[in-house]
């Protein structure tokens, strides 16, 4: 794999935890988010918490993977989406079924992730 084609593939995925990580922090309606942390059983101040947190988190990922990427980051990046993809199959599994497959993206971007972590450091 060419060095162009990993600083493509970190490209795309910073673009993916920067906007998804801006969209949860209030540009998608708040009330639908808690409305569905609820669902998993986290209400109240322990949502706005998580909602922010996993804003934070996301956000970071995102910077993280432009400015230092590493074989670290791509394992915890893996390990935050595999936690997600876990949590949503048990508590809000039709996001299995889908039309636009919020979940489904979770299988390229996780191979994404696989490349990045096989192949960087180690093209030309």
């Known amino acids: 794999m060419q060095t162009a084609d990993i600083r493509l593939i970190r490209y795309s995925l910073a673009i ?3 906007v998804t990580g801006v969209l949860s922090i ?3 309606p ?3 988010s808690f409305a569905l942390l609820a669902r998993i059983g ?3 101040q322990s949502a706005l ?5 996993g804003s934070a988190a996301d956000i970071t990922f995102g910077i993280m993977t432009l400015l230092i990427p590493s074989k670290a980051l791509w ?6 989406v595999l936690i997600y993809t876990v949590v949503i199959s048990i508590w809000l599994p039709e996001f ?3 039309p636009f497959g919020p979940i489904l993206k979770n299988i390229p971007f996780l191979t994404l992730l696989w490349l990045l ?3 960087e450091g180690t093209t030309q």
């Open 117 to 119: 972590y096989k192949y």
């Open 30 to 32: 708040q009330q639908d």
């Open 16 to 18: 993916v935890w920067l």
């Open 75 to 80: 394992q915890g990046q893996a390990v935050l």
């Open 96 to 98: 299995w079924l889908h």
């Open 42 to 44: 986290i209400v109240g």
């Open 26 to 28: 209030g540009i998608y």
């Open 49 to 53: 918490a998580a909602l922010y947190l």
